[in-house]
């Protein structure tokens, strides 16, 4: 199959994501005095850029030309576009806010209900989910993209980084959404508005897109809570791959289960493996002992392709998610 039907296929596979968000949006309405359509808030520049950054980087890894002469431009296009450019003083990058963040938009939209653009935000997640494995949380994310960043300098500086337990995270992950469920549902933590009393997502406490945001006015405090959980997160990373997604983050607990029907994702190539175990040194994820299997689940993906890169055997190679795929023996 060549690269034009492969992209092909994942635009249709991805446009299908689309289907129930548009629906919700519909009853929203349009039109003078009301809301914006869905599809008016996914015309703006900063969800446009957002897909065509996605489908360049789907380009690049399938014709196997991301390099790191490419990878760092891309990771820096997207902090910079998605994290940084909307604190600057120009009308150009107003747009381009993470608000509402990710998280914002599937926990306040549990809180307080969904509006369009927590709506289109979801929908392009899920989009560059189903056609690549976190090709929105590791590519297009501001957050997911410095830590990428942080990474690859660590290697540099020959830091040795600890590898994650899939497991113990993923408790961690869960753990953190259970307790926001708790809760939000005893709203435990609330503010009152109009004298009623009103949940707060406990996830505005450990929001790492908050330290993309500057805060006028704001308290000593107040702006130690804000910038907290990002600090964090870059100090952290120098240690652990991506300690922000694996640990904390929501969406990329939502995005782990939606890329295991990816269309595109590592896959191995049989039978050439010499199980000379590189690919499990080097890659900085826990995802390579369960991609060796053709496990049909396996831990997140972002997509980095070091185990590609590394494989001296070129056993593994970014293409089309393996139909024989089976799941892991017990």
């Known amino acids: 199959m060549n690269i034009s039907k492969r992209i092909g296929f994942a635009a249709a596979a991805g446009f299908g994501a689309l289907a129930m968000p548009l629906a919700l949006a519909a009853q929203q309405g349009g039109g003078r005095g009301r809301p914006a359509t869905f599809l008016d808030v996914l015309q703006r520049p900063k969800f446009v850029t957002m897909l065509v950054i996605g489908f360049v980087v789907l380009a690049l890894l399938l014709t196997k030309k991301m390099k790191n002469g490419v990878k760092v431009p891309v990771l820096l296009l997207s902090t910079f576009l998605y994290g940084v450019a909307a604190n600057l003083p120009t009308k150009i990058f107003a747009g381009f806010s993470m608000h ?34 976190k090709l929105f949380c590791g590519w297009v ?9 942080i990474a690859m300098l660590a290697d540099k500086l020959g830091i040795r980084r600890r590898k994650w337990n899939f497991r113990t995270t993923n408790a961690v992950r869960v753990g953190f959404l259970l307790l926001f469920i708790f809760l939000s549902g005893t709203a435990v933590l609330h503010t009152v508005q109009n004298e009623k009393v009103v949940a707060v997502s406990s996830y505005d406490y450990v929001n790492a897109f908050h330290g993309y945001e500057i805060r006028a006015q704001a308290t000593p405090f107040d702006t130690v ?3 907290l959980p990002f600090v964090l997160t870059l100090a952290f990373a120098f240690k652990f791959y991506r300690p922000f ?23 191995r190539k049989q039978p050439v493996c010499t199980d000379c175990g590189v690919c499990r040194e080097k890659s900085p994820c826990p995802a390579i002992p369960e991609i060796l299997k053709s496990a049909a689940f396996r831990p997140d993906c972002f997509s980095c392709t070091v185990c590609v890169k590394e494989c001296p055997s070129g056993e593994l190679e970014f293409g089309v998610r393996d139909p024989r795929a089976r799941k892991p023996k017990a």
Do not use: D
């Open 141 to 149: 994310c501001p957050v997911g993209a410095v830590q990428e960043l």
């Open 100 to 133: 509402p963040s990710p998280i914002c938009s599937a926990a306040k939209a549990v809180l307080y209900g969904f509006r369009t653009p927590m709506i289109v935000t979801l929908a392009v997640i899920l989009f560059l989910t189903l056609v690549g494995p």
């Open 245 to 267: 997604c694996y640990l904390v983050c929501p969406i990329g607990l939502l995005t782990n289960l939606v890329e295991q029907f990816g269309l595109f994702r590592i896959v």
């Open 225 to 227: 809570v804000h910038f």
